[in-house]
């Protein structure tokens, strides 16, 4: 699968956050496609190819899935239960990248079947080379499930 297949979907409501991942990614090198998600319910509606990206159906699904807790709409734990609740999405890479510093957000993600939890860097370098090193290890060096498309 080519780096133009490898979808990531950013799930990110803040648009300062989301703005910096972008640039994270964008000074890393990697030139994945990137679609932001706004909320938990438009997560769900790309991923299964329903509302809004009902045009998606047939299409690969994400190569990675970068999830925020604290969403509107639906919450980043809600959003992992659907994904891992269906046959389809099950397997999908997610890494729940949060400022949330709660224990029971920690607990209830993996919990749940997230792949990886980070705690998003308060400093800016900081930030850059976590989100950094998050692409390099799930987009390159991570050997990926068989791609499925949306329903």
Same mark, same amino acid.
């Given at each position: 699968? $080519?780096?133009?297949?490898?979808?990531?979907?950013?799930?990110?409501?803040?648009?300062?956050?989301?703005?910096?991942?972008?640039?994270?990614?964008?000074? $890393?090198?990697?030139?994945?496609?990137?679609?932001?998600?706004?909320?938990?319910?438009?997560?769900?509606?790309?991923?299964?190819?329903?509302?809004?990206?009902?045009?998606?159906?047939?299409?690969?699904?994400?190569?990675?899935?970068?999830?925020?807790?604290?969403?509107?709409?639906?919450?980043?734990?809600?959003?992992?239960?659907?994904?891992?609740?269906?046959?389809?999405?099950?397997?999908?890479?997610?890494?729940?990248?949060?400022?949330?510093?709660?224990?029971?957000?920690?607990?209830?993600?993996?919990?749940?079947?997230?792949?990886?939890?980070?705690?998003?860097?308060?400093?800016?370098?900081?930030?850059?080379?976590?989100?950094?090193?998050?692409?390099?290890?799930?987009?390159?060096?991570?050997? $990926?499930?068989?791609?499925?498309?949306?329903?």
């Amino acid at each position: 699968m $080519s780096d133009a297949n490898k979808v990531i979907l950013l799930v990110e409501d803040n648009p300062d956050d989301a703005t910096l991942t972008l640039r994270a990614f964008k000074r $890393s090198h990697i030139a994945n496609p990137i679609i932001v998600a706004r909320d938990g319910i438009e997560a769900l509606d790309f991923m299964f190819a329903r509302g809004a990206h009902s045009e998606r159906a047939g299409a690969p699904l994400p190569t990675l899935i970068i999830l925020d807790l604290k969403l509107p709409k639906l919450d980043g734990l809600g959003v992992l239960k659907a994904i891992r609740g269906d046959e389809r999405t099950r397997l999908l890479p997610v890494v729940i990248l949060t400022s949330s510093r709660e224990e029971q957000d920690l607990i209830a993600g993996y919990s749940l079947g997230a792949n990886s939890y980070v705690r998003k860097p308060v400093d800016f370098a900081e930030f850059l080379e976590a989100v950094r090193v998050l692409g390099i290890y799930w987009l390159m060096m991570n050997e $990926s499930p068989p791609e499925r498309t949306a329903p």
